[in-house]
């Protein structure tokens, strides 16, 4: 005999435990205390989509979120929708919430309460650094010099220190050291500039390819390059 799951009815609400709340019932405990929580949206499926016209892709997605705004509102008159996809209501009303598609909370401040704060700890991320690169030749006053742009990939804690560690790289005397070139000038490089920082993904598929440096911008669309599914 096949067991039937009962379809969840409450909202989906994270950020309890902060409070020392266990479970929805406990948030209903807190009757009329004013909670503000971030409101978090999945769009609908691109399955369900791609059976629409685009036109009406924009339409859907764009009323998937609202209309769960609404649902909201109905259940809970005292809810205020504030910029930034926050949601400020009583307690009692938020545990009331039916389960809306597409949206989930989580709970930011209780009034009269004191969140735990949460720790993390402060794994390394990667970085993408551009630098600008200058050589320098003994004794040159006026003219042409020549720089290169390179662009090194690294782990920090955030990006200050990420800058810091490409400052101290370039500055070691592996980069300053001068040499003589086979015309008989004696020049070096020197760090001119730091150009860029951006966040690098460190192998995400784990196919040996590490994403290091994005640049973004527009296009014709051409002959070809269309897609129809």
């Known amino acids: 005999m096949r067991i039937r799951q009962r379809k969840a009815t409450h909202p989906q609400v994270l950020g309890l435990e902060r409070f020392g709340l266990r479970s929805i019932k406990a948030l209903a405990t807190l009757g009329s205390r004013r909670v503000t929580a971030g409101i978090y949206w999945s769009p609908p499926s691109a399955k369900d989509l791609l059976k629409l016209l685009p036109r009406e892709r924009r339409h859907a997605t764009s009323a998937a979120y609202w209309d769960g705004i609404d649902k909201i509102k109905e259940a809970a008159p005292e809810a205020k929708h504030t910029p930034g996809k926050r949601l400020t209501l009583f307690a009692k009303s938020l545990a009331a919430l039916p389960r809306v598609k597409h949206l989930h909370f989580i709970i930011e401040s209780i009034a009269g309460m004191k969140g735990r704060k949460e720790r993390h700890p402060q794994t390394p991320r990667g970085f993408a650094v551009r ?87 527009k296009r014709r669309m051409r002959t070809g390059s269309s897609w129809n599914p």
């Not at 804690?157 to 050291?177: C, I, L, N, Q």
């Open 131 to 217: 630098v600008r690169l200058i050589k320098e030749t003994a004794g040159q006053r006026r003219g042409i010099q020549f720089v290169n742009d390179k662009t090194v990939v690294l782990k920090a804690r955030d990006e200050s220190a990420a800058r810091d560690k490409v400052v101290r790289h370039f500055s070691g005397p592996t980069w300053t050291r001068p040499y003589v070139e086979p015309t008989g000038d004696v020049v070096r490089w020197r760090l001119g500039e730091i150009l860029e920082v951006q966040g690098a993904s460190f192998d995400p598929l784990g196919d040996g390819v590490t994403h290091s440096w994005s640049t973004g911008g």
